[in-house]
């Protein structure tokens, strides 16, 4: 899950799997749920670890969601074609906005070691800076606008 930046808590990978468990009927040491040392093991035997995620608004965690990309690129294919820019690449241009907070959630997330953690929603807190870059589809870049 969290390599599509939906990380998951330990108590959430154990009631995912303590659910799994019940729905299939399969047979367990655990009562309901496993615990604390099935977790480490299972830890241990995919090669996870427990990580900080990044903040990231709501909105802009949806944007990974596989089912809204394929029909975003889609129309975006299908507008390109409209407007006559299939053979304009200088005036296709892609804005990003990226968001750095002081103060990122304190809560940890099982992912791979020796990957990035995964981000997390957040809301807008009192001590941001945003940064809105622009780059072009031949590759010419805008001045970057600050707002702290």
Same mark, same amino acid.
């Given at each position: 899950m969290e390599r599509y930046g939906f990380g998951l808590t330990r108590d959430e990978v154990l009631e995912m799997v303590g659910e799994y468990v019940r729905i299939n009927k399969i047979s367990t040491p655990f009562n309901g749920r496993p615990g604390k040392d099935w977790f480490n093991a299972f830890k241990k035997r995919n090669n996870l670890s427990m990580k900080k995620?990044?903040?990231v608004e709501y909105a802009r965690k949806r944007a990974v969601d596989p089912f809204l990309i394929y029909p975003y690129f889609d129309l975006l294919e299908k507008t390109i074609k409209e407007l006559g820019l299939k053979d304009k690449p200088s005036a296709i241009w892609n804005l990003d906005e990226t968001n750095f907070s002081r103060d990122p959630s304190k809560t940890k997330i099982v992912g791979l070691k020796g990957h990035a953690a995964t981000r +997390?929603?957040?809301?807008?807190?009192?001590? &941001?800076?945003? +940064?809105?870059?622009? +780059? &072009?589809?031949?590759?010419?870049? &805008?001045?970057?606008f600050n707002s702290i």
């Open positions: 995620p990044q903040a +997390v929603i957040s809301t807008p807190g009192k001590s &941001n800076t945003t +940064v809105l870059l622009g +780059v &072009n589809a031949i590759g010419e870049k &805008n001045s970057p």
